[in-house]
């Protein structure tokens, strides 16, 4: 199956060797990182968890949001899935590759993310991060390739994978879960010890995941002979309706417990994020505008289901995504460091190396996924399906 990529029209190379002309000035600066050390990133003694973490973060609950097309597949047999199932499961793949990259580029040297492996700690939680990334990227790699192989040799899929199917459903949940606890366990940090922290975490993933998976089902029925099916993708996009609600109340409930107790601590941060604090303001705007996005996003999903419109349907789970990104991937991260617990307030803003790494693996992924979509594509196109 692997001949399916090395073969393709010049709009596929193309879009590879702009993938890769984006990971050249990342490289480049990693070999400086890797040789200065972090010092060339914006992160200090005050913040010590950046743009790396925050990705890290945002990309484990894109890698989680796949159980929400094996679910209505595997266990209650909605047919309409099995056209986006491998999709869901490769861009899983692809999101914990980057993951992984992620928290290589944190360490600063690399060599040490090893010290999980050859020390493990059934109490650290970093181990049982580690264990299960690892795992579901394994998990899903198997599960995928082994449905993909089975679809083009014509033959049902083998029946081992079924309880590897139901094993990776729960894994899925964990995955975002412990990385929740990654945050919620850390008592200095207010904005983060929230017994909530882990639900907003998946609902916030089931959010913004299925809308990036429909976004590249839409690039793939329009550029391609493959049709995913619109009907599973607007199925799809009412699991991203009632998410984005749950999501939306889980951050208002913040507002709400953080204001209405008048802790100081607790409402600091939110004050940082949304209105500053001290003078200093650098996320402001995001923030403000990752609310306006989810809003936007919400009534542009509902009415599209009353006009059945594609491309406000796209427009739509791109604000979603953005949103969601603006949240986690920017501000969740930064704004559990400020104000520190000493009430000082030490702004944090991304370097140009810090950021030409994190463009660089974003490339590497999406390298990736194009080319394990390219692969499902041109067998099933092959196949007749």
């Known amino acids: ?12 190379w193309l879009l590879l060797g702009c993938l890769l002309v984006l990971m050249v000035p990342g490289l480049f600066f990693y070999t400086r990182q890797i040789l200065d050390g972090l010092v060339i990133t914006g992160l200090s003694r005050d913040v010590s968890w950046g743009l790396y973490i925050s990705q890290f973060t945002f990309l484990v609950g894109v890698a989680a949001s796949a159980v929400v097309v094996v679910i209505p597949y595997y266990l209650h047999d909605v047919k309409q899935f099995g056209r986006i199932v491998i999709l869901g499961e490769f861009l899983a793949v692809s999101a914990v590759v980057m993951c992984l990259l992620f928290i290589f580029a944190d360490m600063g040297q690399p060599f040490r993310i090893f010290n999980v492996l050859l020390y493990p700690s059934p109490h650290s939680l970093m181990f049982w991060d580690t264990v299960a990334l690892l795992g579901y990227l394994v998990l899903n790699i198997i599960i995928a390739w082994t449905a993909l192989s089975a679809e083009y040799k014509g033959i049902p899929v083998p029946q081992w994978t079924k309880p590897l199917i139901y094993l990776s459903i729960p894994w899925a949940i964990s995955i975002h879960t412990v990385t929740a606890f990654l945050y919620a366990g850390l008592p200095g ?43 599973a993708l607007k199925s799809l996009a009412k699991i991203v309706v009632y998410a984005l609600v749950i999501n939306l109340f889980f951050i208002a409930l913040e507002f709400f417990t953080a204001y209405y107790s008048g802790i100081p601590s607790h409402h600091h941060a939110l004050d940082y994020l949304f209105f500053g604090l001290d003078g200093k303001s650098s996320l402001v705007w995001f923030m403000r505008i990752s609310i306006v996005l989810g809003v936007a996003g919400l009534a542009g999903l509902l009415l599209q289901m009353k006009m059945n419109n594609t491309l406000l349907l796209l427009i739509s789970l791109i604000a979603v995504f953005l949103s969601v990104w603006l949240d986690k991937g920017l501000g969740l991260v930064v704004g559990g460091f400020v104000p520190t617990p000493f009430e000082t307030v030490t702004e944090y803003i991304p370097t140009l190396p810090e950021s030409a790494i994190a463009v660089s693996i974003f490339a590497i992924g999406f390298m990736l996924l194009t080319a394990l979509y390219k692969m499902v594509i041109s067998i099933r196109i092959s196949n007749g399906n």
């Open 189 to 231: 940090r207010p904005l983060w010890l929230a017994s909530i922290l882990g639900a907003r975490f998946i609902a916030s993933a089931f959010a913004s995941g299925p809308s990036l998976l429909i976004i590249l089902c839409l690039i793939v029925r329009k550029f391609t002979a493959f049709d995913p099916g619109i009907a």
């Open 1 to 12: 199956m692997l001949e399916k990529i090395l073969t393709g029209k010049r709009q596929y």
